[in-house]
């Protein structure tokens, strides 16, 4: 069981990024996959989930209207498609998976750094 996060990488203000997470060793029909952050300095935060399935989605404040969770079956991969990027969202963000958005963390990723700068 097993989740990899990729595409990170240095982008400047009002960029996009999309990043992935692709799982192995279970299906994601029957997990929910969060995708959460911690900046330099701070604690971890969460900011976008995805239901088994795809069917619910949930987002930060700071998320919404901003970044997009989906679901590729398929690929058995989550992404969050991530637009108009701010130097506050510079942080190591992972993916965990849970029986659903909110309750406790099953499995983590190992992490891929996101930096946002000019």
């Known amino acids: 069981v097993q989740l990899v996060e990729s595409g990170g990488g240095l982008v400047q203000p009002g960029g996009s990024l999309r990043l992935s997470c692709a799982a192995s060793g279970f299906t994601l029909d029957y997990y929910a996959i969060g995708w959460f952050r911690q900046p330099p300095g701070k604690e971890r935060e969460g900011v976008s989930c995805?239901?088994?399935?795809?069917?619910?989605?949930f987002y930060s404040d700071s998320a919404k209207g901003r970044f997009t969770i989906s679901t590729d079956n398929a690929k058995n991969t989550v992404y969050l498609q991530m637009n108009t990027l701010k130097p506050e969202d510079t942080a190591v963000y992972y993916c965990?998976?849970?029986?659903?958005?909110?309750?406790?963390?099953?499995?983590w990723g190992q992490g891929t750094q996101v930096t946002v700068s000019s």
């Open positions: 995805i239901s088994g399935g795809g069917g619910s989605t």
């Open positions: 965990a998976s849970s029986n659903r958005c909110g309750s406790s963390v099953n499995v």
